[in-house]
């Protein structure tokens, strides 16, 4: 069976310091991968998505960037953090053949930006 | 693009009520149909994926029907109980997309009241 793990669970950090959060999937050869952000309210905001290492593709640009440094890894990180980058931030994966658009989420990062 | 349209943005009914939430899309070749549950500070869990070629499925407690003519989909919750009290996202996607082509419904607020 697949796994999904997100890292770390929740962050609260200072507005302009760094950030990284990861992404690990278990189970599943070459994954697309997907990061989300859903701010306070609910709506789901897709960040990123990744068909292959080392390839990421931005769909919305908000002073994040992404990497696929492994096949079963992705990570989310930004130099300086913004108030407005708060919010849950959700990693997801599909099948690259077949149901390539049916997503199954991770835990998720709560982020708190002060 | 496809454009999702999700109502009501917050449900509230009695346990043993009914429930109904209803997303209208745009593009008449979306194909697949997603269901998404989100339970209070946790993640997103796959309710039932639908296709365009099925009109009405039953998964446990819930039916999801789909009308490709009016280009609706819609949630019925039968029964409702407290642990039907979450958020709920429809997505919806075209046939050859991947889930980078997936697009959400802004999501409703279900509250199930004792």
Sequence with gaps: AQTIHQWPVAEIKAVGSPLSLGCTIKGKSSPNLYWYWQATGGTLQQLFYSITVGQVESVVQLNLSASRPKDDQFILSTEKLLLSHSGFYLCAWSPHWGSQNTLYFGAGTRLSVL | ?114
């Design chain 2, 1 to 114: 693009g496809e454009q999702v349209e999700q109502r009501p943005p917050h449900l509230s009914v009695r346990e043993g009520d009914s429930a109904v939430i209803t997303c209208t899309y745009t593009d008449p070749n979306s194909y697949y149909f997603f269901w998404y549950k989100q339970e209070p500070g946790a993640s997103l869990q796959l309710l039932m994926k639908v296709f365009s070629s099925t009109e009405i499925n039953e998964g446990q407690g819930f039916t999801v029907l789909l009308n490709k003519k009016d280009k609706r989909l819609s949630l019925n919750l039968t029964a409702a109980h407290p642990g039907d009290s979450a958020a709920y996202f429809c997505a919806v996607s075209g046939g050859t997309g991947g889930a980078d082509r997936l697009t959400f419904g802004k999501g409703t607020q279900l509250i199930i009241q004792p």
